[in-house]
């Protein structure tokens, strides 16, 4: 069975979803829905703008992909995919290779799990675009600090800049927090290891780990832009006041 997970948004909005599609899900809650599309064909949303599929024909995963998208919120434009054969082996163990996962038995709850870490996978692609965007776009504004002593620009320019840059990050951090592991992964032995390796083959926990540092740089260079547009408003009053106060001396004098 092959699985398939795209980003096709920041947001899919899954309660209106489940209220409007007619089939009910096979797993529901506030960051997830699983289908059962047909009897071995499954498609899985996610609410950070993630949809999976599992032995869904082309055809039909299209179709799929052009409703859902009427859901999703801030489209994406860019093509962040990935794709891993699922095979069922009853006397193996858990075996994951590059493209390919080696499994005993494939239950609801075991596809799910495989579909998850796929989606997280994806997901950590996008952010990861997103992270290394913002990030370059502040060690820019350090180094026009370092060459020039101060940030080029306008106050509502450098405001922009803070407020888009706060935007990525906002949405980075809002998502990132559910990427953790169903309870049913601690509670079944077998879910348990397929989670684990999965999640030390495509390398979740140390992207997610790399992500999160360079979201702390960003944090403290945004702590340090902020402040010197403060210190630039403060000086500015002051120039003002302190123009105020000669006109004020010399109209004394005059009179």
Known sequence: MKVEAFQIAEEIDLKKFRAEYTTLPVIAN????????????????????????????????????????????????????????????????????????????????????????ISQSVALDYYEALSDEILKNTKKMTRQLEQTGRLRGSQKE???????????????????????????????????????????????????RDIDYKLKIVHENLTVFTDILQNRESTRLEWIIIILIMIEVVHLFWK
């Open 30 to 117: 506030s960051s997830e829905l699983l289908y059962r599309h047909n009897e071995n064909q499954f498609f899985y949303l996610l609410s950070y703008g993630v949809v999976a599929f599992a032995g869904v024909d082309n055809l039909a995963e299209s179709a799929l992909l052009k409703f859902i998208r009427t859901y999703a919120k801030d489209h994406v434009t860019e093509d962040y995919r990935e794709d891993v054969t699922v095979n069922v082996k009853p006397d193996s163990g858990v075996i994951f290779d590059y493209n390919s996962i080696t499994i005993p038995e494939l239950s609801p709850n075991a596809l799910r799990l495989i579909m998850l870490n």
């Open 158 to 208: 450098l405001m922009q800049f803070i407020g888009k840059t706060l935007s990525i990050k906002n949405s980075i951090v809002d998502d990132l927090y559910i990427f953790d592991a169903p309870d049913s992964a601690w509670e079944n032995e077998l879910l348990g290891r397929i989670d684990d390796a999965i999640k030390r083959t495509l390398d979740l926990r140390m992207r997610y």
